[in-house]
């Protein structure tokens, strides 16, 4: 059985967490925990596994430096939250009887222009063959429609989710030679649902292309050459333009969305009465 179905008869079930898996995850949880004192040096050097595949001129704005938005206080409980995901997700899988032979490995992908470093999430051995995966926590709408399918996640992959596994796989063959790109392991921080999303180990070859060309471009970025890769767009109320302008989602995301917009202002939108209607406008006229 794959891990998918694996899963679902273990959860189907009246599953039980046997005492010595609970051991182990709780020696990681206490791991996990422990981050929560790090305070996070700024990087130097190249973009890691997890940074390489996001839209390049946010890896173009930190290397020049630019203001970050201030983390909120509960920023670091968030990031927790990830990690107690996986620490939950790790457990239910070996109760599941999924072989997981590593877990949470450091690795170097050696690229043309300098090594990518990072730390993958899981290696599983099904038979004979071995699987990388990645486990992620996501909110209802993400896990509901970037989680639906591999083209979903194909076609809304602002993290760069896929940059991140193909090039763990790549950089785990030297150690592994037979290993592919099993998929993620995703779960509803909401509802506490399952899901598996398989990829495409063919794709390898075009992510980790794509890897070596962003570091490529990396190294030759400066002030003089820095590009938005997206732009505002114009705000419609009921489907009528209102004049006013605003960040799309991905750069209401972003950490520079301030430096890269000066002028940029976190309003309601005048015509909505909707108390949660705020948006982030780079011209508001009313």
Known sequence: MDIATKLEAFLAGEPKIPDDIIFRASQMFNNKLGKFNFTRKRGAGLPSMSQVGKPFCQLHAEKLGWDKVAETDSFKIKMLYGDMTEVIAVALLLAAGVEIV?????????????????????????????????IKSASRFAFEKKFESYDALKNNDDFGYLEQLYGYTKAERNETPDIKAGGWIAINKESGEMKVVKADPDDEEAYTTKINDTITKYLK??????????????????????????????????????????????????????????????????
């Open 102 to 134: 590593d877990l949470n490995k450091r690795i170097v992908l050696q690229t043309e222009a300098g090594d990518i470093r990072g730390e993958l999430d899981l290696i599983i051995r099904e038979g004979n063959s071995h699987s990388l995966w990645d």
């Open 221 to 286: 970025a400066d002030e003089s050459n820095f590009e938005r890769c997206f732009e505002d767009e114009p705000e419609t109320f009921y489907k009528k333009l209102t004049g006013n302008r605003k960040l799309g989602k991905t750069c209401s995301y972003c950490n520079f969305r301030y430096s890269c917009w000066p002028d940029l202002v976190y309003a309601k939108n005048p015509r909505s009465k909707s108390a949660t209607a705020y948006n982030y406008y780079t011209v508001l006229k009313d």
